[in-house]
């Protein structure tokens, strides 16, 4: 079992920054893709920032130049970077993670969500 853990975010005014973290925990062989969706209520959840194998990152149209994704692999841990924030961005925003638990085998988890409001 893999367990994602979630601490950051809060509120702040237009303008100004916030910062996630998640840190993988469990049976955990290594880190294949971690990623970091949100969704306000009502609606699907979107991909705002996902670090891929070999370190590529993508981000929504909407974060870009904004929003910056990392990982520390020796902590199993994604961080997920908030500036120039726009009220916009106000969402739950919950981490994803493609866990290796050995050579073969992946398991998909997710954070529990952590709320971000953006004020004007």
């Known amino acids: 079992q893999v367990q994602l853990v979630e601490s950051g975010g809060g509120l702040v005014q237009a303008g100004g920054s916030l910062s996630l973290s998640c840190a993988a925990s469990?049976?955990?062989?290594?880190?294949?893709?971690m990623g970091w969706y949100r969704q306000a209520p009502g609606n699907s959840r979107e991909l705002v920032a996902i670090?891929?194998?070999?370190?590529?990152?993508n981000y929504a149209d909407s974060v870009k130049g904004r929003f910056t994704i990392s990982i520390d692999n020796t902590k199993n841990t994604v961080y997920h970077q908030m500036n120039s924030q726009k009220t916009g961005d106000t969402d739950v925003y919950y981490c994803?993670?493609?866990?290796?638990?050995?050579?073969?085998?992946?398991?998909?988890?997710w954070g529990r969500g952590s709320e971000v409001a953006v004020s004007s």
């Open positions: 670090s891929e194998p070999g370190g590529v990152t």
């Open positions: 469990g049976s955990i062989f290594g880190i294949h893709r």
């Open positions: 994803h993670g493609k866990i290796l638990t050995s050579w073969t085998s992946t398991n998909d988890s």
